[in-house]
């Protein structure tokens, strides 16, 4: 016989019990069965999903390293998929969105504004180096980072030569990378203009985000008048009509020219940690609670719709 749940979800270093708590309390209220997937028995729950003991109807994706086959939850997202489980975010469709030197050409195809980016693959011909062109576009100093990277992992900020990239190799071994044009973010009031923008299954809602300290802070409706932040929304729907991602947040800064320009484009295991918990680092306890309650109302939808046959 198969146990099912309605909903589980893999636990994550980003995330804290503030957050689970609020999914926890929102199944509990909506009654569904709802089941945390703890590094200490995923590999249980793998084992018994294989064998069809256990099925998840939602599987919400805190955790999976995309670019490591092997890891557990990695391989524990894509048999969910498999059995037909509703995976929040599809694997395929959210290592597409996830691979920057995938996506940032339909970006640019798109027409979001984007840094000037060079994409290099690891394995390059002997003696390889940057054109007198490219150097241009770049600038002193320019940015690399991994394709698949995450969480500042293998970024370098201070580039000034293909010579870097070994820097962004040894931290973070990938198999594109990408060079690009540093933006600076203009101030204002001695901060960066710069954000942390969340879609949550059609939703959007807006944080500052400090580049320099990690701090956020939500965007109040007389700021987002006064700056004209309407357009991040639209920018963050475009990218999520692009990629089809349901659950993503991405980071745009605001250049000295007025331009908002996508530096992070898909995020889609989102930082979650509570700003009570981490006053300095963590994400508004209001926007928390208002992802977590625009989750279930997504899981309540899934699970009204006609159940698929696990296989």
């Known amino acids: 016989m198969t146990r099912i749940y309605d909903l589980a979800m893999t636990h994550t270093l980003d995330t804290d019990d503030y957050f689970i708590h609020q999914i926890q309390r929102l199944c509990a209220e909506a009654r569904l069965n709802f089941f945390l997937i703890e590094p200490a028995w995923v590999e249980l729950f793998y084992e018994h999903l294989q064998t069809g003991r256990i099925?998840?109807?939602?599987?919400?994706?805190?955790?999976?390293?995309?670019?490591?086959?092997?890891?557990?939850?990695?391989r524990l997202i894509n048999l969910a998929a498999a059995k037909n489980s509703q995976v929040i975010d599809p694997p395929d469709r959210a290592q597409a969105a996830f691979d920057k030197s995938r996506l940032h050409p339909h970006l640019v195809g798109?027409?979001?504004?984007?840094?000037?980016?060079?994409?290099v693959p690891r394995e390059r011909p002997e003696g390889w180096k940057l054109s007198a062109e490219e150097q241009s576009e770049l600038g002193?100093?320019?940015?690399?980072?991994p394709a698949m990277g995450y969480g500042r992992k293998g970024l370098v900020l201070d580039a000034t030569s293909e010579a870097d990239l070994e820097r962004s190799i040894a931290a973070w071994p990938d198999n594109n990378y990408?060079?690009?044009?540093?933006?600076?973010p203009r101030e204002r009031d001695g901060a960066p203009v710069y954000f942390r923008v969340y879609y949550v299954f059609g939703s959007?809602?807006?944080?500052?985000?400090?580049?320099?300290?990690?701090?956020?802070?939500?965007?109040?409706?007389a700021e987002r008048s006064e700056l004209g932040l309407d357009r991040l929304e639209e920018i963050i729907r475009q990218i999520a009509a692009l990629t089809g991602m349901t659950f993503f947040s991405s980071e745009i800064a605001q250049a000295n020219d007025g331009e908002f320009v996508v530096i992070d484009y898909?995020?889609?295991q989102c930082h979650l940690l509570s700003q009570s918990a981490h006053p300095q680092l963590g994400v508004p306890d209001e926007l928390i609670r208002a992802i977590a309650k625009k989750i279930i109302e997504a899981v309540q939808a899934a699970i009204r719709q006609p159940s698929p046959v696990s296989p």
């Open 266 to 268: 898909v995020n889609d």
């Open 140 to 145: 002193q100093p320019f940015v690399i980072k």
């Open 178 to 184: 990408l060079f690009q044009r540093r933006i600076v």
């Open 204 to 221: 959007v809602w807006l944080s500052w985000w400090n580049c320099f300290n990690d701090h956020y802070r939500m965007v109040t409706d």
């Open 110 to 119: 798109a027409g979001i504004s984007v840094p000037w980016t060079l994409v």
């Open 55 to 74: 099925w998840p109807r939602v599987l919400l994706n805190m955790h999976s390293e995309h670019h490591q086959p092997e890891d557990i939850f990695h």
